[in-house]
């Protein structure tokens, strides 16, 4: 879906269709290099990954293995004091396995902390992590973990390409900062956002 119909709710689109497109392509590239004939299994954090991990397993240029965590997290705005609830656990056996943990965002940072622990009880051969977007506050946050990031972008709330705004706007094809005025119904107010009824 393209932008046009909820202009109004978008403050700027800051990445095209086609520049996540061309960055995914570079992205798959550069893991197939590091992982070269070996399998990988791409674990794709939904809902806010489901766009992106499909993208980057098409654009692979070998095999991959796909399977699916959803995890909640009680972001208090730090890793610290934020918690992670699991709500749908992976379907694969990854003992002995290269793990791609794929995330639309690392913002905190509490998510993907949480899963690289998670993750690393069950004894995979190697931990990496793909996120495509990260958020400012997060630039150490993967220390010690080997990490691909598509974009490092800034502070707003961003929506589409997978990710969402209580539910809306995953499907926009382009990623973009919302309105401050949408984005502040987030605390506090059910608000309907604009153009839609
Ligand atoms: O680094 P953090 O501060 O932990 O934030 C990152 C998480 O936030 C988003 O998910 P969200 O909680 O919005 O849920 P969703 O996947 O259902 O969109 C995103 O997909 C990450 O999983
Ligand atoms: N949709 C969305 N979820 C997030 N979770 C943490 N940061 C973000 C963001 O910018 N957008």
Known sequence: MD????????????????QILTRVGELAAELHKNFGSRTPVLV????????????????YPGQV????????????????SGSVRLLKDLDLDITGRDVVIVDGVIDTGLTMSWLIANLAQREPASITVCALLRKPETAHLEAGTPTYIGFDVGAGLIVGYGLDHEGHYRNLRCAAVLAPEVYAARRGRRVVPRGRT
Do not use: C, P
């Not at 796909?66 to 009680?74: E, P, Q, T």
């Open 3 to 18: 932008a046009s119909h909820v202009a109004d709710d978008l403050q700027s689109v800051i990445l095209t269709e086609q």
């Open 44 to 59: 794709g954090v939904l809902g806010g990954a489901a766009t992106f991990t499909v993208d980057l397993a098409r654009a």
């Open 65 to 80: 293995e796909i399977g699916w965590m959803a995890v909640k997290s009680y972001s208090t705005g730090n890793r610290a």
